[in-house]
Each structure stands twice: as structure tokens, then as C-alpha cells.
């Protein structure tokens, strides 16, 4: 890494995936900032391994990421959604929340009843065994992430999670507005 980009600690040498990525680009393009790589590149690697190892026990209960997102959309919210609060809650399209829901009601996890107001609207609610089902897997979920983050010390944490935060912020405040 150089000492020139924002994504490098001078002095420091890395050697995870994204170091390796980083080290052939500047081969290629020596004066290439590849500060933003290093920072986004790391982000994407560390989600989709978090991603991959936090799935097996939602595989075990038969139910996918987008699934158990719905399901603890409902659970945290405590109350009916509609599948467009769904969709908003999870990030994710109208029809993929409707085939999704299907599946869900399908297995009994949730039950969707209409408005009386509007025939066009339906309410989603958590049945007892959707609801013991995100209880269930919650604590696994949790155990696994603490074990995850106990290489870093609770003020690395901290600091990870304010600047993630940080980020966070300032791509929904930019990009939110293209969300529809």
C-alpha cells in the first residue's frame, strides 16, 4: 500500500484479499489512487463472507436471507406492514415481496388479511410459528457476529461502527433519493 492513499496506514502491510487486488492494479497503474478500492473493496469482501457464514442457520430453518428479512421486518416492527412497508423495510422490489409473502403464508410463518377500507390493500402479520421462528434464530445470529467481531477490541468496534455509520448516513442521505 502506499502512503498516499486514504485507505492506507503507512507503514502498514496488508495481506488479505483486497491487498493482493490493490498491489496488481497499481502494477498496472502505478499513480492510481486506489484508496476508495481498498476502503469499498473491503466492505463488499467482509459482507459477502459475513453474508455466506451467517446464512447456515437460516438454511437449517429452510428460509433465505430475503425471507428471514421480511420475517424480521415484521418481528421488529411489532405490528401488521403492508407489503409496501415491506418492500421499503427490506430494500427490496413490490414483486419480490409479494413471491416471497406467498412462500411465507405458504408455511404457515405469516398471514395476510385485507383492509377494510381498501380491497387493494392486505396487512401482513407474523403467526405464532413465524414469530417463534425469528425468536429462535436471533440468538444464533447474534452469537455468531459476536464471535466475528471478537478479534476486534471494543473500542476498534466502536470506531468500526462509527464510521460505518458514518458512511451509511451519508449514502442514504445521497442515494436515497434515487430509492423509490
Known sequence: MTAGNPGSTPG?????????VVRQWQAVHPGLDTGPMEIIGRINRCAALLQQAEDAPLRRAGLSRPEFDLLGALRRTGHELT???LARETFSSGAAVTKRLKQLTERG??????????????????????RELVDGILPEQLAYETVVLSGLSPQGQDELSTLLGELLGQLEGRLGVLRV
Not at 12 to 20: G, K, M, P, W, Y
Open 83 to 85: 407489503p409496501g412497508d
Open 109 to 130: 410463518l405469516v398471514e395476510r388479511r385485507g383492509d377494510t377500507r381498501d380491497r387493494r390493500v392486505a396487512h401482513v402479520r407474523l403467526t405464532d410459528a413465524g
Open 12 to 20: 502498514v502491510t496488508r495481506n488479505d484479499t483486497l491487498a493482493a
